[in-house]
């Protein structure tokens, strides 16, 4: 995801699976370049090591634990203003002048992999200037998952409606899901889930309309390439920091629970048992507001 970055000049990747040995030759590499800041958004065992001896500034992005361990197990809301994640990381640097351009997220798709990808979704069926609908039904943890079932009256209706194609994205986790939705929708489906790299997910996305999504990591790519994106959250809140900040995305929540935040990363099953923070999210809403996102 970052290699295209032109903002990037060196790129240090990490085998976790080399272990010790592996970290120690990479803090060896850190010792030789002699940097002058260090910026720490993990805050975890690996980059404390790393960064332990090295001598150079060194900041460490602050994660609002405690806030954030009230606001789930007591629902106490200290958060005084909802910054979103990235803008913390970015506030971090706020010493040495370092401020939030107002941009967004960006996201660099490799060319060649783009025109390899446009030639894959060609030969698979994707119309060209037809409107499509990215779907990612998958996410992390079941809770931020919104019911299968309403994707499917969803996709359904854009197919019968809007007589959009669909494109189906996701990892192989996923295809369970986008299996099952491209079996039950009626029209062009193309299900790529599980079959793509990040890259050539970006750029299969690319080509998308609009995107919807559960909170996750496609949702962010998503808005990192600028796509009209719908985006739907159930037991998590805008305190955390993951909602999307960009005007062209939608955030569809179920406010009228006093449940919520139940978790900050998801879980496998709602405590209370109802699940209505995503069951009371009809597909028929979210078909209205995508819509007008459309200005159709």
Not at 39 to 47: A, E, G, P, Q, T
Not at 68 to 75: A, E, K, M
Not at 105 to 131: C, R, S, V, W
Not at 212 to 224: Q, R, S, V
Request: aromatic share 8%; glycine share 6%; charged share 25%.
């Amino acid at each position: 995801m970052l290699k295209t970055n032109p903002h990037i000049h060196n790129l240090i990747t990490v085998d976790t699976s080399g272990g010790w040995k592996e970290l120690k030759a990479i803090k060896e590499q850190l010792k030789n370049r002699e940097y002058n800041l260090i910026v720490d958004i993990h805050k975890n065992f690996r980059s404390v090591y790393l960064k332990t001896g090295l001598l150079c500034k060194k900041v460490t992005y602050k994660k609002y634990a405690l806030k954030r361990f009230l606001l789930v197990r007591f629902g106490w809301n200290l958060y005084h203003k909802v910054i979103p994640i990235s803008q913390r990381y970015i506030n971090s640097l706020s010493r040495f002048g370092i401020v939030y351009d107002l941009m967004g997220l960006e996201f660099y798709p490799d060319q060649k992999i783009q025109k390899e990808t446009d030639i894959l979704l060609a030969d698979q069926g994707l119309t060209k200037n037809k409107l499509t609908i990215c779907i990612a039904p998958g996410a992390g943890f079941e809770t931020k998952r919104w019911p299968v079932q309403y994707y499917i009256h969803l996709a359904q209706k854009f197919s019968t409606e809007l007589k959009s194609q669909i494109l189906l994205l996701g990892n192989e986790q996923d295809q369970n899901l986008t299996r099952e939705i491209k079996e039950q929708v009626t029209g062009k489906s193309l299900d790529l889930a599980g079959q793509l790299s990040i890259m050539e997910t970006a750029c299969a996305m690319n080509h998308a309309d609009m995107v919807i999504t559960n909170d996750t990591g496609l949702m962010h790519l998503a808005t990192a390439l600028n796509k009209k994106t719908v985006a739907i959250f159930g037991p998590t809140t805008r305190e955390l920091g993951f909602f999307p900040s960009s005007p062209l995305c939608r955030v569809i929540e179920n406010k009228n629970l006093k449940c919520r935040p139940c978790t900050h990363i998801g879980s496998k099953k709602c405590p209370k048992g109802h699940f209505k923070c995503m069951k009371d999210i009809e597909p028929e809403h979210v078909f209205k507001i995508a819509k007008k996102l459309l200005n159709m």
